[in-house]
């Protein structure tokens, strides 16, 4: 997982409506910064849908939201 990315794009991917390829991560508007980050990572599709390498992350990132809320 790339520990670069920004918050804002972690926040997308974590935000975005499941895991699935295609599922809306971010809105593709011209100048969003997370949008573009994520698009050039490769993570979303030029419609803002999670990409596989995107869904990849994303789940690594809500399993280790998950992990840190509800450590047992």
Partial sequence: MDMTMSEAAKRALTGAR???????AVAPLRGN??????LNAGM??????????GSIV?????????EELFRL
């Fill in 58 to 66: 994303a789940m690594r990132l809500k399993h280790a939201q998950e």
């Fill in 44 to 53: 979303v599709s030029v419609k803002g849908g999670l990409t596989r390498k």
């Fill in 18 to 24: 499941g895991t699935n390829i295609g599922a809306a």
């Fill in 33 to 38: 910064a997370a949008y573009i980050e994520l």
